[in-house]
């Protein structure tokens, strides 16, 4: 079992950065592929980013692309998402999550961190 919490969340201008930070505990995360989703008020969870076990291949949601960047330390079980230049529309409850086998099933996933970002 794989418990994830993340932080980072908050308030920001638009424009500005946040970096959203998931601690994983229970089991190492090295060999999962490990996932940013959002959810924003009224609107389905939607993709934001994921990034196979050795951190090396990454994908991004469109809307995020240029702009987010996944990363994760296996040494420490984290993963973290910097996100720059962030826009209104961007504001969303953000979740983390674990997939154990890389079939984008997601076993595992956190309980979310806010970001509000005001025009």
């Known amino acids: 079992q794989v418990q994830l919490v993340e932080s980072g969340g908050g308030l920001v201008q638009a424009g500005g950065s946040l970096r959203l930070s998931c601690a994983a505990t229970g089991r190492t995360i090295s060999s999962y592929t490990m996932g940013w989703f959002r959810q924003a008020p009224g609107k389905e969870r939607e993709f934001v980013a994921r990034s196979r076990w050795s951190g090396l291949i990454t994908y991004y949601a469109d809307s995020v692309k240029g702009r987010f960047t996944i990363s994760r330390d296996n040494a420490k079980n984290m993963v973290y998402l910097q996100m720059n230049n962030l826009k209104p529309e961007d504001t969303a409850v953000y979740y983390c999550?674990?997939?154990?086998?890389?079939?984008?099933?997601?076993?595992?996933w956190g309980q979310g961190t806010q970001v509000t970002v005001s025009s």
């Open positions: 999550a674990a997939d154990r086998t890389g079939d984008r099933e997601y076993d595992y």
